[in-house]
């Protein structure tokens, strides 16, 4: 059974920061062979790609998070990680972590952008 738990989230003002996690579980299950991204989804709005990360590495933002957003793993950990900085009240959601190509998902972590 393949678990997949975000954590991370919470009240942040605008301009600031927070990183979320992806804790991966599963005895047949290792990043270091999977494609990851992390979704969001905005109250009221559809469920959409923030950033995906390949197998070797390779990035892709949305424009709406580039230059603020950074996606990582430790795949010793089995984990994954979105940097986010300067965040911005249209970044409330709850963010997803998928792994790419299966029907895995987290259950999400809330980020609230607001002052």
């Known amino acids: 059974q393949v678990q997949l738990v975000e954590s991370g989230g919470g009240l942040v003002q605008p301009g600031g920061s927070l990183r979320l996690s992806c804790a991966a579980s599963?005895?047949?299950?290792?990043?270091?062979?999977?494609?990851m991204a992390w979704f969001r989804q905005a109250p009221g709005k559809q469920r959409e790609l923030v950033v995906l990360?390949?197998?070797?590495?390779?990035?892709n933002y949305a424009d709406s998070v580039k230059g603020r957003f950074t996606i990582s793993r430790d795949n010793a950990k089995n984990t994954l990680y979105l940097q986010m900085n300067s965040l911005k009240p249209e970044d409330t959601a709850v963010y997803y972590c998928h792994a790419l190509g299966s029907l895995y998902w987290g259950k999400g972590t809330l980020v609230t952008v607001s002052s």
């Open positions: 990360i390949t197998s070797g590495g390779n990035t």
């Open positions: 599963g005895s047949i299950f290792s990043l270091n062979n999977m494609g």
